[in-house]
T-cell receptor, first 114, second 116 residues
């Protein structure tokens, strides 16, 4: 089955700097790669996603890149702000009859220092 | 719209007890999911459903059962609770692959379960 590895487990950056979180996956059949943000005690929320037929996607300060050959994808946050502090999860998977069958990474705790 | 509603928010069980975690969504989503999140870890898929009457196993189904009698409801049953089932449980729903604005998973607020 699919296995997703996420690095680093913790990341601390100065406000205004960029943050990069990396994930690798094992199953070449995976074709959908979402990123979720989870604040302490809250539910996960989708921040950006990418499909396997796209190499890069950007939404304001957030971007995701995908390298299918190497089986890795990354989240880039630019101009970080204190409200970006949270745990970020990558996931990889496929759609089964329309449902998302996802495997999540272990998470990265991002801290933005003022 | 309330979105995805889970009950209860907290529960303590004794080993061997049974319980049902309730989940309901009012977005008319076809697809529903149950995840568990152990402390400091990512989410693991327990079961999912593609529509009323259709369920299938995820990554970690052992010790759990589900049913989907209506589009709105997707309860998760723990039959013989074990300490290894101590976790936070999230129910989620999605509109499906072909609904452009509803690709994302909508999560409930979670149920914190402790088995002692």
């Amino acid at each position: 089955g699919e296995n997703v590895e996420q690095h680093p487990s913790t990341l601390s950056v100065q406000e205004g700097d960029s943050a990069v979180i990396k994930c690798t996956y094992s199953d070449s059949a995976s074709n959908y790669f979402p990123w979720y943000k989870q604040e302490l005690g809250k539910r996960p929320q989708l921040i950006i996603d990418i499909r396997s037929n796209v190499g890069e996607k950007k939404d304001q300060r957030i971007a995701v890149t995908l390298n299918k050959t190497a089986k890795h994808f990354s989240l880039h946050i630019t101009e970080t702000q204190p409200e970006d502090s949270a745990v970020y999860f990558c996931a990889a998977g496929v759609h089964v009859q329309g449902a998302q069958k996802l495997v999540f990474g272990q998470g990265t705790r991002l801290t933005i220092n003022p | 719209n309330a979105g995805v509603t889970q009950t209860p928010k907290f529960r303590i069980l004794k080993i061997g007890q049974s319980m049902t975690l309730q989940c309901t969504q009012d977005m008319n989503h076809n697809y529903m999911y149950w995840y568990r999140q152990d402390p400091g870890m990512g989410l693991k898929l327990i079961y999912y459903s593609v529509g009323a009457g259709i369920t299938d196993k995820g990554e970690v189904p052992n010790g759990y059962n589900v049913s989907r009698s209506t589009t709105e409801d997707f309860p998760l049953r723990l039959e013989l609770a074990a300490p290894s089932q101590t976790s936070v449980y999230f129910c989620a729903s999605s509109g499906g692959q072909w609904v452009a604005t509803n690709e994302k998973l909508f999560f409930g607020s979670g149920t914190q379960l402790s088995v002692l």
